[in-house]
T-cell receptor, first 115, second 111 residues
Framework: GAGVSQSPSNKVTEKGKDVELRCDPI?????LFWYQQALGQGPEFLTYFQNEAQLEKSRLLSDRFSAERPKGSFSTLEIQRTEQGDSAMYLC?????????????FGEGSRLTVL | QKEVEQNSGPLSVPEGAIASLNCTYS??????FFWYRQYSGKSPELIMFIYSNGDKEDGRFTAQLNKASQYVSLLIRDSQPSDSATYLCAVNNNYGQNFVFGPGTRLSVLP
């Protein structure tokens, strides 16, 4: 389809393991965002890319989290040494314009469960 | 103080009534305001955006913005059971590269 694609849709891992989540934004979209959404909460901003440049990263983001968008297209979010508190839905969103001035289009998310 | 605040609800209204959802924000530099709807287990989808003070209508939905009061609301007329979802308010200040979301208000429309 032509929407934002995220994989895997579900990931169960053990505490201490590393995980990598992938996002394929809508083709041609300049802005790409990662959010973390805990159950019953609103999405919490993690990081923002404008093309391949990571322009903003949440101050709340642990050093265990890192993200890349190497060619300005797909992006990966890596979580090292996962903790149970990392269990959440990870949402990726893209926008056609820079600075996120336009509508955000969300993927279906990657649900991470850390046992 | 959180940057974007909403009542978590649940807000229950009867079918056919007007549902009123409210949102306040703390950053006076905020320029763009968005309402997203999120069904349980699904990703958020855009309902409306508003940039200027006043009202903006789109079908059964009306967004209202008051920058002086740092307040944005969403009215849903003729509420339907299919409107039952969590409504997320999002704010973007145009110079900071992020959208900040509120915690969401859960709306339940009773048939």
């Amino acid at each position: 389809g032509a929407g934002v694609s995220q994989s895997p849709s579900n990931k169960v891992t053990e505490k201490g393991k590393d995980v990598e989540l992938r996002c394929d934004p809508i083709s041609g979209h300049v802005s790409l965002f990662w959010y973390q959404q805990a159950l019953g909460q609103g999405p919490e901003f993690l990081t923002y890319f404008q093309n391949e440049a990571q322009l903003e990263k949440s101050r709340l983001l642990s050093d265990r989290f890192s993200a890349e968008r190497p060619k300005g297209s797909f992006s990966t979010l890596e979580i090292q040494r996962t903790e149970q508190g990392d269990s959440a839905m990870y949402l990726c969103a893209s926008s056609l314009t820079a600075l996120g001035l336009g509508e955000l289009f969300f993927g279906e998310g990657s649900r991470l469960t850390v046992l | 103080q959180k940057e974007v605040e909403q009542n978590s609800g649940p807000l229950s209204v009867p079918e056919g009534a007007i549902a009123s959802l409210n949102c306040t924000y703390s950053d006076r530099g905020s320029q763009s305001f968005f309402w997203y709807r999120q069904y349980s287990g699904k990703s958020p989808e855009l309902i409306m955006f508003i940039y200027s003070n006043g009202d903006k209508e789109d079908g059964r939905f009306t967004a209202q913005l008051n920058k002086a009061s740092q307040y944005v609301s969403l009215l849903i007329r003729d509420s339907q059971p299919s409107d039952s979802a969590t409504y997320l308010c999002a704010v973007n200040n145009n110079y900071g590269q992020n959208f900040v979301f509120g915690p969401g208000t859960r709306l339940s429309v009773l048939p």
